[in-house]
């Protein structure tokens, strides 16, 4: 597939795994582990996300992102990373998963995902394409 060969595959995988941690079922956002007013930081700590309640859904508004991956989305046409909803339209499914949509900044993509949330602090982001046949796996560490 030619998105995985590109420079930016790193960036769009890290954001496809975030955004499949988001979109892993969860029965509510009463759910002791439900992400609402948390923040995560993707495995290289480029990005951060801020998981919070839209409208019914569950979303993540970037809130930081190092000079590089500010870069990487401004080639990819995102002017701004910061302020960025790139988990979009999550809804739980059960437990503590919910899925949605991911969008990458680097690629001006967006693509389907699940978030899983493994107790308080990880969460297993997975996102897919070409009907599930490519994936890819992420974990992201909660700090705050």
């Known amino acids: ?16 795994l975030g955004f499949a941690a988001l979109a892993a079922p969860a ?17 290289k700590n480029s990005v951060h996300i801020r998981a919070e309640q839209c409208g019914r ?3 993540g508004v970037v809130t930081w992102a190092s000079d590089k991956a500010q870069a990487d989305a401004r080639r990819g046409g995102t002017t701004n990373l910061v ?7 999550l809804k739980p499914t059960g437990g ?3 899925r949605g949509k991911v969008y990458v900044p680097d ?5 389907a995902g699940t978030l899983t949330f493994n107790g308080n602090n990880t969460m297993e982001g997975k ?7 490519v994936c890819k796996t992420q974990t992201w560490t909660r700090i705050k």
Not at 1 to 16: D, E, G, H, Q, Y
């Open 127 to 133: 996102g897919c394409v070409l009907f599930g046949l």
């Open 27 to 43: 029965p509510a956002f009463a759910d002791p582990v439900a992400p609402v007013a948390s923040e995560w930081a993707n495995p």
């Open 57 to 59: 859904n569950l979303c």
């Open 107 to 111: 690629i001006n993509q967006t693509f």
């Open 83 to 89: 302020g960025t909803t790139i988990f979009r339209d």
């Open 1 to 16: 597939m030619t998105f995985v060969r590109t420079r930016f595959a790193p960036m769009i995988a890290s954001a496809l």
């Open 96 to 98: 503590n998963s919910w």
